[in-house]
């Protein structure tokens, strides 16, 4: 059977965008940048971004686009007899559906409170501890969360049921569209606010000065974690949509431009956020409780807010849905591609009903199983799912792929560059100069985010 492509450039472009952008992005990386500064750690990130996170991604898309399959059966068709690199294929899916168990979860807090705010749930002149008491009530009811998880586990498959081109590709480019235009909506009445001016410098100009007194070590490991972690690199998440688009442009203006959006929502993110907490006297640096606690108090003290509020996780909702759909993509391609007698529709029923009950002990972690001695102090299920997705299987992962496309022990870099620059565009440089910093140089960076992620 002759694989499904996408029906166009575009479709492939905002579906790899989309499964970029997601929580790292418009949750993470705002409250992080928060934390470390603002404007430093904003161009720190962009920096290793471009040497860092747009050559790994290059990696992804090669693989999945010469192997034409899934990640299993691309190392299958690209290395040499007797190896045994598709066993990080498998690896690999195990990280997808992992990921899924505890971000579907997440994604459910998102799509929840777009609803309490249309429903009116939130209104204005709310006190904060009121706020702050609604989000931990959530927390602790363990149906309304597993209400939310499972609208995005049966929603999410049932998209995904209908193929890459009716399903994953016509859903998540009118999504994507559709949450390009609500970030700028909300970042033009963002940068109406009274100290809007404020908040953008904090967030955008350098200020080496803090910068230093804080300490740069902690901001230039903050900024090089978050280059890696925002594309979700190594668990071949990206690889498979390599999988599915043609030879006409090449993979390097392809992986910047998708690079591109993904910074640009969540620069945006930051956006919304920074004028808003300055114009409120809101701390920006109030870290994870940022989206679901302060914010919502700015929300109520603004006026319109409960407009605001709506469109603002609904935004959220795009940006992690998006994303869950791209990963499922990728969970039920595996299994399709490695066993092909398996009917795409009954596939995802099944999958469906697995990742559901795989994603119960995360909800449960909040309530009914918060206080199970084996967990660490202070910690849930959903961050000891978390630690072993994106302090291990990514860098793992990551310096898998890079040793895969760089090295003769795998399918070597003559082929990997044959391929990255197949097509019109922007080209990989063939010098020895970029050889070497993709065989040693990138390697350190994804191995100091390694060690950094374990101490």
Not at 371 to 388: A, H, N, R
Not at 416 to 430: A, Q, R, S
Request: aromatic residues 14%; proline residues 4%.
């Amino acid at each position: 059977m002759a694989r499904e492509n996408f029906g166009s450039r575009l479709g492939f472009l905002l579906v790899s965008a989309g499964c970029a952008i997601g929580i790292g992005n418009v949750w993470r990386f705002p409250f992080v940048a928060g934390e470390y500064g603002g404007g430093v750690f904003v161009l720190l990130y962009l920096v290793f971004l471009a040497i860092m996170g747009i050559p790994l991604l290059t990696m992804e898309f090669s693989v999945g686009r010469a192997g034409r399959k899934s990640t299993v059966g691309a190392y299958q068709a690209l290395q040499k007899p007797g190896q045994w690199w598709h066993v990080h294929g498998w690896v690999a899916w195990i990280g997808l559906c992992i990921l899924m168990c505890y971000y579907t979860t997440v994604a459910g807090w998102m799509m929840a409170y777009f609803y309490k705010f249309a429903a009116g749930d939130f209104s204005y002149g709310m006190d904060a501890a009121t706020i702050g008491g609604m989000f931990g009530a959530m927390l602790e009811n363990p149906s309304e969360m597993m209400f939310w998880m499972g609208v995005n586990v049966f929603l999410g498959f049932g998209i995904v049921s209908f193929g890459i081109k009716n399903g994953v590709e016509r859903v998540t480019k009118g999504m994507m569209l559709c949450l390009l235009i609500l970030i700028m909506v909300l970042a033009g009445h963002s940068l109406t606010l009274e100290k809007a001016v404020e908040g953008m410098s904090f967030y955008l100009v350098p200020d080496f000065g803090r910068a230093f007194e804080s300490g740069i070590g902690p901001i230039l490991t903050a900024a090089m974690a978050q280059a890696f972690f925002t594309l979700s690199i190594g668990i071949g998440s990206m690889e498979i949509f390599g999988s599915y688009i043609a030879k006409d442009h090449s993979l390097v203006g392809e992986s910047i431009t998708i690079c591109c959006l993904d910074t640009f929502v969540a620069i945006m993110a930051g956006v919304i956020i920074f004028p808003a907490c300055f114009s409120f006297g809101v701390s920006p640096d109030a870290g994870p409780a940022l989206i679901f606690v302060t914010l919502p108090n700015v929300f109520v003290n603004m006026e319109g807010g409960m407009i605001w509020g709506t469109l603002f996780f609904l935004f959220m909702t795009f940006a992690s849905f998006s994303t869950v759909i791209a990963v499922f993509e990728g969970i039920l391609a595996a299994l399709l591609d490695n066993f092909p007698s398996l009917p795409r529709r009954i596939t995802s029923i099944a999958c469906a009903i697995g990742v559901f009950a795989f994603s119960i002990p995360c909800v449960l972690g909040f309530n009914e199983w918060s206080t199970l001695s084996w967990l660490p102090e202070g910690k849930v299920i959903l961050d000891i799912e978390d630690f072993i997705v994106s302090n291990l299987m990514l860098p793992l992962g990551g310096l898998v792929f890079l040793m895969f496309c760089t090295t003769k022990l795998g399918w070597g870099y003559e082929n990997y560059l044959k391929e990255v620059n197949i097509g019109n565009g922007m080209k990989m440089p063939t010098n020895s100069i970029i050889k070497w910093y993709l065989r040693i140089g990138v390697p350190v960076l994804v191995i100091f985010i390694l060690i950094q992620g374990l101490t």
